[in-house]
């Protein structure tokens, strides 16, 4: 799994299973630093018109955001839409440790693997609902 994609995943975590997690692991975690504290700011989103059109400012969302710094060099972002600096903390500090083999290891296998899980069925469950409410048209072509 990717960086992007684990990041992606971790961001959409309920920020309770972000905590446990860390509170489980906190003695083994190496030293680190926090460079910048958690912060709640706002940041622009872009939109297209049509998808594919020109870019435009759609406008604003609050994100809330913190940057960490291990001791052996690893920095890492944790960003998340809404007002909640703690769990901007626990991904800055999960981003950190996924560049850590180790931690890498541990991290997949006891909480993106379920997230992952998690995350499809759900896909899987509203493709099934829009299966569902799916309607067939059919034309006619009137010929000359």
Known sequence: MQRTQALS??????????QRFVDRHQQQVPEYRIVQPAEIGLMMVRGRIGGCGQ???????????????MRTGELGRGVRLGRNKPVAFHLA???ALLQIDFWQRL???QLLQALQESHD???????RKADETRVEFMTMVRGE
């Open 9 to 18: 995943l971790l961001a959409r975590a309920e920020p309770a299973l972000l």
């Open 107 to 109: 991290i997949y296998s």
């Open 55 to 69: 870019p435009f400012n759609f406008g604003e969302v609050t994100v809330s955001r913190c940057t960490v710094l």
């Open 121 to 127: 069925a759900e896909r899987q469950q509203a493709s």
């Open 93 to 95: 500090l999960l981003d």
